[in-house]
């Protein structure tokens, strides 16, 4: 075959593959509109902000505190996350002997790899305990950030190696050169060299982190309420599907479908705020 | 594509791959022509039958219906968990041919012909270091709506108290709060779980926890070594063998529902699961036989 | 180059280095000494010394891969960040061995500055480009910082061209103009010599003509090293040239002298191959 041809054929191929992808992305977004649509038909899609309690089976729908839940325990874990996964790039890349760097790098590349559910076994038999001997009832929003810590970090330090490994060489040797320090070196050269990625990385763990479901079912103990403190359990959107949604129907199943879709929304509004901070950036360019 | 959709979408993608799974793992079977009998005679079953409904039932079930299946080679028997309700709903909608049902059938669901092959029990657990061995209606009625909080006022131990409940639906929880007269509402709960199993593991690392699980999955549990402990309700023994002669109050029935109708294949399967012979089986998983 | 004779013609590679013979009364700064370079077990360059005259323009001329960049990069210790590099030999710097394990790095780099060849300023305004090295160097009092820029960039005639737009990102300049800032940047910190990487390679040629009158007006002041492939660049400014060539991949001096004697009656038949091959 003419090498022309082939680039065609692979051209076509790519174009099928994403037209697959989109498609199945709206296909999926249809159906969590379609699902809600009960719902919503017979109550004010509001009465999720405005119902006094979460009883579906008695007619209340109120996922505010869930919607609080999964964003809190997203926001803690990124807090928690970011700094230590940035710190351990850096100190593998800049600071650390190769041998160091290498087995770290190592282990990150296998805790990253570990499935979420051993982490959640984890915090059951380990961190929930540890809380619980200091705050009662131990499953709290604490427990959930801390698993979910533990989940994203590795990631977050990957992307972040990953990051400094692609700063421009020559502007790092040069900076050498002009004899800087490594911290000034850091601070003004490789760290505004990778925001951009950092942004990504945490837009990406974000995502990974407000979709957990299982580990976080297991140790945020799941009562519908907004929690006073983090020693106080919570639930997420996304436990209240996966514990619901086996027996729900009806009205019960399509608010489970609508808290589908609300974590949707809220996915969409936080990769609209990470465009937006990547922005200023582009600009200055 | 610029970064930001690219990002955006795989955003997307993650979001809608999970939730995908989740509409999965709860879709209804595949809709296929199975009721197709060869023969009409019970030597020479044949044909398909699906299951759906409870997952306390479902294992059992799936046991079941592995014997059954090497009794009947020309025989295939599938078995779907989705909670009780769906099983209703399954065989309502006529996509499945028995639904699992894990309590007594309501009055709107008289329409099905019942057939209880089992009882269940439901056990208050805790953990082994308590110094606790009975529990009163009354004392169960107090914890769970937040007015006793703390072991003292049970055990004297200076600790507070760690309430594991079940999420909205669950048919366990349904027969918790029958017994106990009880409305969802009233629970204030520490911890709301899914599942038997999660419950037992919760109270096994956390010995100031208290939960109410099917007596067949916590004997289960303690034979692996679980360190929980079955309370007494009511000074009754939570047991398969009490259970077995109606002595234990808090129990619930484990039935098959089905269409009124003629199928051969249906009658021979749950005929066999309150024979003789599956009746090890059924007490295996910790549930107390029906006898026929 | 294939009509260049090859390596086993030649018996090149001196072991002891001499000095130019009219150079004898001359200064060096910096002596490489049998200085050779391995990484990975792989050589990159061996056996390499020549004097690096004060206060001239010394030029490093050769074909691609022969170790020109990393020989400059092994002066300032840069070899360093280099995974599995290896330096062995000497390389005095001011009377003093580099390659010891004690020597201070940051006092080398402030006497010896580098010159890439893309231009490296900061992606940052012009004046933070000057602020970061000066402050890491001690000089923090803002009029300070002002002042020592401002000779800087008037030394390498950039002050005119920039001094209303102090503010803006240095990457606004054009390459010509951000090569010359990255001088600028680096005569702030005061060294003594300046090692430059094919300065202009990246540049057009009104721009590489700025730069080299530049260099010739600031060899009064600076050791100047510099590495070209430009040969009619390196007639035009050097005063000393040495020509490095590779046997197995492995970098060799074959010859170091006066940029007349080299360009003019070589003493190696490999040099005015390659000396004419170029120039026609």
Not at chain 1, 100 to 129: C, D, K, N
Not at chain 3, 75 to 86: C, G, M, S, V, Y
Not at chain 3, 169 to 174: E, G
Not at chain 3, 215 to 236: F, G
Request: aromatic share 8%; net charge positive; hydrophobic share 45%.
């Amino acid at each position: 075959m003419p090498p022309r041809c082939i680039d065609n054929l692979f051209l076509r191929f790519i174009q099928l593959v994403s037209l697959v992808s989109i498609v199945s992305l709206l296909f999926i977004i249809f159906f969590l509109v379609k699902e809600s649509y009960l719902i919503v038909q017979e109550k004010p899609i509001l009465t999720v902000f405005t119902d006094p309690a979460w009883h579906p089976l008695d007619g209340q729908f109120l996922l505010l505190p869930m919607m609080v839940g999964s964003l809190l325990i997203m926001l803690g874990a990124m807090l928690i996350a970011l700094p230590i996964g940035l710190l351990t790039a850096i100190l593998c890349r800049y600071y650390a002997p190769r041998w160091f760097a290498t087995i770290i790098q190592r282990l990150m590349e296998v805790f990253a790899g570990i499935p979420a559910v051993v982490y959640g076994f984890w915090g059951v038999m380990v961190i929930v305990p540890a809380i619980a001997a200091w705050q009662a009832p131990g499953t709290s929003l604490l427990a959930g950030i801390l698993v979910l810590t533990f989940i994203v970090t590795p990631g977050v330090t990957i992307i972040s190696y990953h990051n400094l490994s692609q700063v421009n060489q020559t502007l790092l040797h040069s900076a050498i050169a002009l004899g800087l320090s490594r911290y000034n070196i850091i601070r003004h050269i490789i760290f505004p060299e990778v925001k951009h990625g950092l942004i990504t990385a945490t837009t990406l763990q974000s995502g990974r982190a407000i979709g957990e479901t299982l580990a976080v079912l297991m140790v945020c103990g799941n009562v519908v309420q907004l929690p006073g403190s983090v020693f106080e359990p919570i639930r997420t959107l996304t436990s209240n599907i996966a514990l619901e949604m086996a027996y729900a129907m009806d009205t019960h199943r399509s608010a489970l479908f609508l808290s589908g879709l609300l974590l949707l929304l809220i996915v969409l509004v936080l990769a609209f705020i990470a465009e937006s901070m990547q922005k200023p950036k582009a600009e200055s360019q | 594509m610029k970064t930001q959709w690219r990002l955006f979408f795989i955003a997307l993608l993650l979001v809608g791959i999970g939730i995908g799974m989740g509409v999965a793992a709860c879709s209804n079977p595949s809709n296929e022509n199975h009721q197709t009998l060869s023969a009409d005679t019970s030597n020479a079953l044949a044909g398909k039958l699906i299951i759906t409904g409870s997952s306390t039932i479902a294992p059992v079930t799936t046991e079941l219906a592995r014997l059954f299946e090497s009794r009947f080679p020309a025989t295939k028997i599938d078995v779907q968990t989705g909670g009780s309700s769906r099983g209703i709903s399954d065989v309502r909608r006529s996509i499945a041919d028995i639904g699992m049902v894990s309590r007594k059938l309501k009055n709107s669901e008289q329409e099905f012909q019942g057939h209880l092959f089992a009882t269940d029990g439901i056990s208050i657990i805790v953990h082994q270091s308590k110094s606790i061995e009975n529990i009163t209606t009354q004392q169960v009625r107090d914890i769970f709506q937040g007015k006793i909080r703390h072991w003292q006022q049970l055990t004297g131990d200076a600790s507070p108290l760690t309430v594991i409940h079940k999420a909205e639906g669950r048919s366990t929880l349904e027969v918790f709060l029958n017994y106990f007269a009880l409305k969802n509402p009233q629970i204030k709960a520490d911890i709301i779980i899914g599942d038997n199993e999660q419950a037992i593991k919760l109270v096994a690392n956390n010995p100031n926890a208290i939960a109410y699980v099917s007596i067949g999955a916590a004997e289960y549990a303690i034979m692996q070594g679980s360190t929980i402990k079955l309370l007494t309700l009511n000074g009754i023994v939570a047991s398969t063998d009490n259970l077995l002669h109606e002595r234990f109050p808090l129990r619930r029935e484990l039935n098959f529902i089905s269409r009124n109708d003629n199928n051969p294949l249906k009658k021979a399967f749950l005929d066999f699961t309150t024979s003789i012979d599956a009746q090890p089986i059924i007490k295996e998983f910790g549930f107390a036989p029906t006898l026929h | 180059m294939n009509n260049l004779p090859t390596i086993s013609h030649l018996q090149i590679v001196p072991d002891e280095y001499r000095k130019a013979p009219n150079a004898q009364d001359v200064a060096t700064l910096i002596e490489i000494k049998n200085l050779s370079l391995n990484i990975d077990q792989q050589a990159i360059f061996s056996n390499i010394s020549i004097p690096i005259y004060s206060k001239h323009i010394n030029v490093l001329i050769g074909p691609s891969g022969c170790g020109k960049s990393s020989l400059l990069n092994a002066i300032i210790r840069l070899t360093d960040f280099t995974k599995d590099a290896h330096l062995q030999g000497e390389i005095l710097v001011a009377n003093k061995n580099i390659l010891n394990p004690n020597c201070n790095l940051i006092e080398l780099r402030k006497k010896v500055a580098m010159i890439f060849q893309k231009p490296t300023p900061f992606p940052m305004s012009i004046y933070k480009n000057f602020e970061i090295p000066l402050k890491e160097h001690g000089v923090k009092n803002k009029i300070d910082i002002a002042a020592k820029m401002q000779s800087a960039l008037k030394s390498v005639g950039l002050w005119k061209e920039v001094k209303d737009r102090l503010n803006k990102n240095a990457l606004s300049l054009s390459g010509g103009q951000q090569q010359r800032l990255c001088i600028a940047r680096a005569l702030t910190l005061a060294p003594a010599a300046l090692l430059l990487d094919e300065p202009c390679s990246a540049l057009d040629p009104i721009s590489s003509q700025i730069i080299e009158e530049l260099l010739l007006e600031l060899k009064q002041k600076y050791t100047i090293l510099v590495v070209t492939h430009n040969l009619s660049q390196a007639k035009r400014i050097a005063d000393y040239v040495a020509f490095m060539w590779y046997v197995n991949q492995c970098g060799r001096l074959v010859e170091h002298n006066e940029a007349a004697i080299i360009f003019n009656k070589p003493s190696n038949p490999l040099t005015s191959a390659y000396v004419q091959g170029v120039t026609g």
